[in-house]
């Protein structure tokens, strides 16, 4: 059975997702997709702004073209959407004229995003970031959907005995409650001379100005940046060498994200926020598997006994990755979860 996989190009689950499959036995081809705004010019989003659409229209009208022709040659069985948040109304449209099942696999819980009720009916079946959103979606789309976590890819994320030669890192985008547990917590690194570091992409590089204005109205977050995205090989060394990963995610997710698997699956020792505890009962994992923070001064509280307390900090962590590993990688998630739906179409 062949597969063509619709992904952003800005995530690296994607090739982690048809690696899985691949594994599984199946073909896949993946195309990735954009949205204008992300992948335009400045002077295109300054037009774009101001009300000329041209641009735009021409973009879509080339993404949509590059697919068509992507389909023709592969000829898939089944088409699966990673995400999703950036098919417009051209890929919709020519999404809706195929004559084959057609899955949505959503990396963020549906309630953050209005869009998604405008993609949602396009498709044969839900895989859902959220498990709350699996009622959801059955009641108002009448469509069958499944809870399906993004898990850790085990191409890149796995147990490989490393120096600890950091103290606290943290990988991903800025949130304002992020940016303000990490102000915190550099605060506390600086004065207690510890190493940290942040990885993502937290101001714009493309203008010399944007790194001056980050860097004065965060003069103690910004020494510890990374100001860019790093692949998943990246990420997993990182968490290798830390003694304390921080898994801080979006106030709107209650679920589990992909971070708390990929850290669990190197083997490391991981804070998170609260919320996470929320959906530890589902089956997935052990509420013990990983500690949680309720805010920063709870943060810098654990942080300093969990530094201190550097065997503890070893078990748990093993503790953890017993937990986590195999049954939280992608693969596992895809073959119990997503191709017994698939193969019901």
């Known amino acids: 059975m062949k597969i063509l996989i619709l992904a952003p190009p800005y995530l690296s689950h994607s090739s982690g997702v048809s690696s899985a499959f691949q594994k599984i036995g199946y073909r896949t081809q993946l195309f990735y997709c954009n949205e204008f705004y992300l992948d335009c010019s400045y002077w295109e989003r300054k037009l774009y702004k101001l009300g000329y659409k041209a641009a735009k ?8 073209s590059r697919l068509r022709f992507c389909y023709d040659n592969f000829q898939p069985d089944y088409i699966l959407v990673l995400s999703g948040l950036y098919l417009d109304e051209c890929l919709l449209s020519y999404l809706e004229s195929l004559h084959i099942p057609k899955f949505l696999w959503t990396w963020d819980g549906i309630n953050r995003f209005p869009f998604f009720s405008k993609i949602i009916p396009h498709f044969s079946h839900i895989f859902c970031f959220e498990s709350k959103d699996v009622p959801f979606i059955q009641k108002t ?3 069958s959907s499944t809870y399906c976590p993004l898990g850790y890819d085990e191409n890149a994320y796995f147990f490989e005995e490393t120096i600890k030669d950091i103290d606290i890192s943290f990988v991903g985008i800025p949130l304002p409650n992020r940016t303000t ?12 001379h510890l190493t940290m570091l942040i990885a993502g992409p937290w101001y714009d590089r493309k203008y010399f100005w944007k790194k001056w204005q980050y860097q004065k109205r965060h003069p103690k977050l910004f020494p510890y940046l990374l100001n860019h995205r790093i692949s998943s090989n990246e990420t997993a060394n990182i968490y290798r060498r830390s003694k304390i990963c921080l898994n801080i995610g979006a106030i709107e997710h209650l679920g589990l ?6 850290i669990l699956a190197t083997g490391s020792f991981q804070l998170t926020d609260h919320i996470y505890k929320k959906d530890i009962d589902d089956g997935i994992l052990q509420a013990d598997s990983t500690i949680s923070f309720l805010d920063e001064y709870d943060l810098l509280e654990k942080i300093e006994y969990y530094l201190y307390h550097e065997e503890l900090r070893r078990e748990l962590a093993q503790k953890g990755y017993k937990d986590a590993v195999p049954h939280t990688s992608i693969r596992s998630f895809v073959q119990s979860r997503i191709c017994p739906e698939m193969d019901k179409f």
């Open 257 to 262: 994200n992909p971070r708390t698997f990929e």
């Open 181 to 192: 547990i990490l102000d915190a917590t550099a605060k506390y690194s600086q004065e207690h």
């Open 57 to 64: 229209k021409r973009y879509e009208y080339t993404q949509c």
């Open 141 to 143: 789309y009448s469509i």
